[in-house]
């Protein structure tokens, strides 16, 4: 509670009395005010407080000068001070627990009141629950005799029951009247009473009852029929009889008393509603009156179903119209589009532009149209369906067999170019088409609607049996043959003259010629006879490397093919050509032929023809010439062998992993489903990858004999004097190794670089380890043969030395450092002297290193020491 009047004023008073007398002997008189807000503000801080306090009972410059005059602490202010603290807060204390004390009543209270509420609320609720529970029962007539809500849906039923039969009774009434008039006075005067005066509703009546009189002239010209078999009198050539009502009958229907003919009229009349029922559709179409055209459409239902109202809203829209006159048109493309589509080597330059308008035509033509069909027809899906079927088959079709004409005489690529890029725009807008909705928009259209569409997409981008496929493989064949063409003259040719005797060759050379220029010749007359376009036997040309100026007039025009070296090396450039050509026909094959299940089938039939141009024409053909290069290398021990074949094997591996992977990753996921041809081409794949890997075995094999072989040869010019030289005094100590050494050390340090670039991993370092088994082989051997004086000794050491930093430069695996250490040791035999030796030879262990060396082997090595028969290597020898 707030402090009282006079607790106000006495701590006033105490104030002002503390600001006039700044002295603190009463520092009750000092003491801060404070009351309950004070404590309830957020920026109550009790340290703040406690020490405000205590700055109120003693000023700072009281403590300066008590602190100064020396004086001792005086804590009776501040005792008063927090005494006089302590007492305000008890009476806070007080009046905060008295104000608690009546909110808490306060709330008891609210709380005794707040449930009695509820209770009584409970107790309402539940009388109207009974209330509504009793009503429900009366309205269904539990209880209580049939009355209330059953009773009153009942006599509903009942009356709408009788309000049917009475329209049913009044329009048999009208049909009989009718049937009355057109069969004793032969006209519809009523019906056309209706037809005139009815609007568009009483035109849907005349059409319903019309065929309802139809149908009775029909049934009772069939009892015509019957009643031929009573009397029968021939008049004019027309059997008569009577039938049971006095009516004359005649053989080809019913006629009336007076000679009318009820079918013929009934008939008329429905042609001529069915015109004018046209007519108006017409007239409120041209209008934009769609509740008219409605209605129109609704009475021309019963007309064919419709199909006279469909036919005269799709065959009369401006959009056919306008387009019948644009079909006879040349096509928009330029030649030079026309030759990018059929330069394998460049991008498609996508649909034809007059195509392209066309379909962005029919995109915004069908969307506007399904919004008027929507509201005009309430039968819309069905004349969606006619609409679409002739937008896509009439006017689509009709371009698109235009521009397939107009490349397919270009070249095959193009016509599968021009196929790919118009299915994928078509494609495009049937898939436009189904996101706008149509007459669902802006829902997605119906499932009706888009197998509709599906349809027409299958009607208008047709294949039949494996003309696709057979497209494909044409044009890629084609394609590769024409890019290896220079590679096959090439080899043919090196065939040839390797099989001829090399005492003619002045004679093969002439003939070499005549080789190449009878395979243009042939080459040429082949494309002639395939019946190409000139322009795609142009590009064919192009791709093969030859000239297309060829005038049987003029033979000097007739260029030579001339072949190179190079071009009968493999490419990479090449191979990636082949490869993209490929991918581009697989993507092709998989838009195109999307819906079919022949994709496996197909794959198969692009797996052996990239695998009969790439994998036998191109790469099994260079590996077999290397194979024949590395045999001859092998042989001729008489020269250094042309090791230039291994960056052609270099290439070949690349272009056999390309191969794989493009076979792993492109061709063979999508066989995978069918199971039988999946593992019928992973065999293939398997075949085909192992004869090439033993192809490529057996040239570095043959390599390996080929390098060891001449370096066996280079060891065998090693002089005698190398290692024992006959003028000791004229032997220079700082020369490098003997000549012979150096020889093998370059031969094999430039074979090694080759091997390094050409081969990488595993394949490498079992080839390093094959040239150093041999070699170290043929060393130990080497220094056998050779007398070892104690000057060449060192010449051995060297030439060792070097030997060793050699095989230490091959790419080798840490097991043949042991096979080092014994070439070390060799050259330490004849290094170190008598004494040594024998310790060196007692401390040689067997079999170092793994490599099966023996302390005995040694023996042969200490043999050729030119000190050999001295005591201490006798001595030395004595160990072993």
């Known amino acids: 509670m707030p402090p009282t009047t006079s607790d106000t004023a006495s701590l006033l008073s105490h104030q002002s009395s503390a600001i006039s007398r700044p002295t603190t002997l009463q520092p009750t008189r000092n003491a801060q005010i404070f009351t309950l807000d004070t404590f309830s503000s957020k920026d109550f801080i009790v340290k703040d407080f406690v020490e405000t306090l205590s700055d109120s009972a003693a000023p700072a410059r009281r403590s300066t000068q008590a602190a100064t005059s020396g004086q001792a602490f005086d804590p009776k202010p501040l005792i008063r001070t927090f005494e006089h603290a302590l007492s305000r807060l008890k009476t806070l204390s007080e009046d905060l627990e008295t104000r608690e004390n009546e909110l808490s009543g306060s709330v008891r209270r609210a709380a005794g009141q707040h449930n009695a509420n509820i209770k009584s609320r409970e107790k309402e609720l539940e009388r109207s629950i009974e209330a509504f529970q009793r009503l429900e029962r009366t309205l269904d007539g539990e209880g209580e005799r049939d009355v209330g809500g059953n009773a009153a849906m009942r006599i509903g039923e009942k009356l709408e029951e009788l309000d049917r039969q009475r329209q049913r009774a009044q329009d048999a009434k009208f049909i009989l009247q009718c049937w009355v008039e057109v069969s004793e006075r032969g006209d519809l005067g009523s019906l056309e009473d209706v037809r005139r005066m009815g609007g568009g509703e009483g035109k849907v009546r005349c059409a319903h009852i019309a065929r309802q009189l139809l149908k009775i002239s029909q049934r009772l010209g069939g009892e015509a029929e019957e009643s031929k078999r009573g009397s029968v009198v021939k008049t004019n050539g ?70 006279s109202v469909i036919s005269l809203f799709v065959n009369q829209h401006q ?73 896509f088959q009439q006017s689509i079709q009709q371009k698109l067999e235009m521009v397939l004409n107009k490349a397919d005489s270009i070249s095959s690529l193009a016509f599968l170019r021009s196929l790919q890029a118009s299915r994928s725009y078509i494609g495009a807008l049937v898939e436009d088409l189904k996101a706008h909705g149509l007459t669902e928009h802006p829902d997605p259209v119906s499932s009706v609607t888009a197998a509709v569409l599906d349809q027409q997409l299958d009607v208008v981008l047709y294949f039949t049996g494996s003309s696709y496929i057979e497209r494909e493989k044409k044009n890629l064949g084609e394609l590769f043959e024409g890019l290896l063409f220079k590679f096959t003259l090439y080899h043919s040719r090196r065939r040839k003259v390797n099989t001829q005797s090399s005492t003619y060759l002045s004679a093969l050379s002439a003939r070499s010629k005549e080789f190449i220029s009878s395979a243009k010749d042939t080459y040429i007359e082949r494309l002639d006879a395939a019946d190409l376009p000139s322009s795609q036997k142009k590009m064919m040309l192009r791709i093969a490397g030859l000239s297309h100026d060829r005038d049987s007039s003029n033979p000097s025009s007739q260029k030579e093919a001339e072949v190179t070296d190079e071009d009968g090396q493999l490419s990479l450039p090449n191979t990636k050509r082949m490869l993209k050509w490929l991918a581009e ?53 008489k020269s250094e062998p042309d090791l230039s074949y291994l960056a052609d094997l270099r290439v070949a591996i690349s272009i056999l992993h390309l191969m794989l992977t493009t076979t792993q990753l492109l061709l063979l996921p999508l066989a995978a489903s069918n199971l039988t041809i999946r593992r019928d081409l ?32 280079l060891l065998s010019q090693q002089r005698k004097t190398d290692f024992r030289p006959r003028d000791d005094a004229n032997l220079q100590l700082d020369q490098l190794q003997t000549p012979t050494c150096q020889a093998v050390f370059t031969f094999l340090s430039r074979l090694s670089t080759r091997a390094s670039a050409t081969l990488s991993g595993r394949v490498l370092e079992s080839f390093h380890l094959e040239l150093a088994t041999g070699l170290r082989t043929l060393l130990l051997q080497h220094f056998k043969s050779f007398s070892v004086s104690q000057t060449g000794a060192l010449a051995v050491s060297k030439d060792i030395t070097k030997y060793i930093e050699l095989l230490r430069s091959f790419n080798l695996p840490a097991s043949f450092d042991p096979s080092l250490e014994v070439l070390t040791e060799v050259a330490n035999v004849f290094v170190i002297g008598p004494d040594a030796l024998r310790d060196r030879l007692r401390g040689f262990g067997g079999g170092t290193g793994g490599v099966g060396w023996e302390r005995g082997d040694l023996r042969a090595y200490v043999l050729r020491r030119e000190d050999c028969g001295s005591v201490g290597v006798q001595a030395a020898l004595s160990v072993l």
């Not at 962005?360 to 919004?371: A, H, L, T, Y």
């Not at 998989?590 to 299940?597: D, M, Y």
């Not at 992973?682 to 004999?705: G, H, P, W, Y």
Request: charged share 30%.
């Open 238 to 307: 027309i059997h008569e009889g009577t039938n049971g009502y006095g009516d004359a009958v005649v053989e080809n229907g019913y006629t009336g008393r007076d000679g009318h003919r009820p079918r013929e009229i009934i008939e008329k009349f429905l042609e001529m509603l069915e015109k004018d029922l046209l007519k108006s559709f017409d007239d409120f179409y041209r209008r934009q009156n769609f509740d008219g055209m409605r209605e129109c459409a609704t009475a021309l239902r019963d007309f064919s179903d419709g199909n």
């Open 319 to 391: 959009f056919f119209i306008d387009r019948s006159q644009l079909v006879t048109e040349e096509l928009a493309t330029d030649n030079e589009t026309w030759d990018r589509l059929a330069d394998p080597d460049t991008e498609p330059p996508g649909v034809e532009p007059g195509l392209q308008s066309l379909i962005d035509e029919v995109k915004v033509v069908v969307q506007e149209e399904s919004f008027i069909i929507k509201r005009a027809f309430p039968y819309y899906d069905e004349v969606l369906a006619r609409f679409l079927q002739r937008v």
């Open 585 to 637: 026909s697989v993507g092709r094959g998989l838009e195109l032929a999307s819906t079919t299940n022949e994709t496996p089938k197909e794959v198969r039939e692009l797996l052996h023809l990239l695998i009969q141009n790439m994998g036998e024409i191109y790469l099994e053909t260079a590996l077999d010439a290397a194979n024949e290069t590395a045999l001859t290398a092998e042989q001729n021990t």
């Open 682 to 713: 992973e065999k293939t794949v398997a075949q085909f990858t192992d004869r090439m890997e033993s192809k490529i075995d057996s040239v570095l094999q043959r390599t390996l004999d080929a390098a060891l072989a001449w370096s066996s040869r």
